[in-house]
Each structure stands twice: as C-alpha cells, then as structure tokens.
C-alpha cells in the first residue's frame, strides 16, 4: 500500500490523467490480469475453474488480481447462496470491449516470441 499523497502515487495518477496507454495499462498489465481476461472472454468461469486454467498462480495472487479487476469494474463476481457456496467470475461490458486489443496484443505475441529450439 502506497501513501495517497507520496510521490509514486501522484506521479502515477498525472501519468493515468494525461495518457490513456498508461491507465489501460495499469489497468490490465501485470502476470496475471490478462490470462485472467484472456480466458473469461469465452464465459462465465468459477474460480476453480480460473485456477485450473491458470495453474502456475498461487491462489492468494489469483483472489488478488481478480479483486482488483472487480473494483476496476472489467469482471463481475456472481455468490449463488447455495451449500457449498459457488462464486462465478465474468467479463463485464468494460471487460468484454478489451476483446480485440487482447487479440491483437496475442497476436503480435505469437509472432515476436522468441522460437524455442527443439530438443
């Protein structure tokens, strides 16, 4: 946690006021967000299906960065009160327009990621 007024945080919000690559960036970069996103494009997903799907995250950065994708209003969380508790994740309509720049984020990624030489 940052101190509101320490220089980190204001520098970032004068970067996020005055370009919209660094807030959409903030927004979705990290290790996780956009597998988090990639993989919720194709639907409503359970949280044991985010993890499976996403096996090399610990759980505790998964509830994380699924928090702060929540708060920053790109996934919805769904609590059916059933026994045992069942909780759904999907895109919201913010979420679903990321659509295309992730594709095309993927696309340049597969193109430009270094080949692996067979063994």
Known sequence: ???????????????????GMAYT???IGGRWKPAILWRLLEG???YSELKKSIPAVSERILVLQLRELEK???????VYAEVPPRVEYELTSNGQSLQPMLQ????????HR?????N
Do not use: A, F, H, Y
């Open 114 to 118: 270094p080949k692996t030489k067979p």
């Open 1 to 19: 946690m940052r101190k509101e007024s320490s220089t980190n945080t204001l520098n970032r919000e004068k970067i996020q006021g005055d370009c």
């Open 104 to 111: 095309v984020i993927s696309d340049w990624g597969d193109i």
């Open 25 to 27: 960036l903030d927004l």
């Open 44 to 46: 409503k997903m359970r």
């Open 72 to 78: 920053d209003g790109l996934i919805s969380r769904l």
